[in-house]
């Protein structure tokens, strides 16, 4: 999945915890959509930097490591 297709998947969240858990669970079940999702959360002038971080607080909710597995993701992402 391309950055674009994520963001196109993105639009659709919305702030109901069943959405969210949706989507959430379906980028842990594809790890590598993770530092694509991040980088989202940091353009936090783009409109869809809140419903990545909706799903990014969701997937730290429901998976116990997943803040120790992405830690060096984390430190590599640039705020813009």
């Given at each position: 999945m391309t950055t674009s297709e994520l963001y196109d998947r993105l639009n659709t969240v919305n702030s109901s915890r069943e959405n969210?858990?949706?989507?959430?669970?379906?980028?842990?079940?594809?790890?590598?959509?993770?530092?694509?999702?991040?980088?989202?959360?940091?353009?936090?002038?783009?409109k869809n930097s809140c419903k990545a971080a909706w799903v990014l607080e969701i997937m730290c909710n429901q998976s116990a490591g997943f803040k120790a597995k992405t830690k060096h993701i984390i430190n590599k992402i640039k705020v813009s």
């Open positions: 969210r858990l949706k989507h959430a669970s379906f980028i842990l079940k594809n790890p590598e959509l993770t530092p694509k999702l991040l980088e989202i959360v940091f353009k936090v002038e783009d």
